[in-house]
């Protein structure tokens, strides 16, 4: 029985060394993809700002296409790092905070409701009737 209870003992400790290494191993991630990320961003508009003030010709008319390509990418990454983070506050405080959801998810609901259509004439049609 004692050495049942020891073999379980050396499992759970391995277990434990092996999630720390994973852990260890996600900050560094984290810290390699999303510190640099606000300095990237910042430089990124910084150089969009100064080759915006020159004189643009092809070559920098195509930079400052790739530049608004790079900081539109770094600025969708930093939007879904928040939203992934906020799901996640959600996911951990969900039972203890249910009123506070529901009305997220009410207001999420009422912001995707379509309330009316512009039709082929330029009118905004809000009627049942008008719009079928």
Known sequence: MLGMMLGYTVEIENLKSKIDIYR????????????????????????????????INDSINAELA???????????????KWKQR???????????????????????????TIIGLQNTGEFWCTKDIEIQ
């Not at 959600?90 to 912001?111: D, K, L, V």
């Open 66 to 80: 790739f530049l608004h390509h790079q900081l539109e990418e770094l600025l969708e990454k930093k939007d879904t």
């Open 86 to 112: 906020s799901k996640m506050h959600w996911m951990y405080e969900g039972y203890q905070n249910t009123s506070y959801f529901h009305a997220c998810a009410s207001e999420r609901r009422m912001i995707n």
């Open 24 to 55: 260890n191993g996600l900050q560094q991630w984290s810290i390699k993809m999303f510190r640099n990320m606000k300095r990237h961003i910042y430089e990124i508009t910084k150089r969009i700002e100064l080759l915006s003030k020159g004189k």
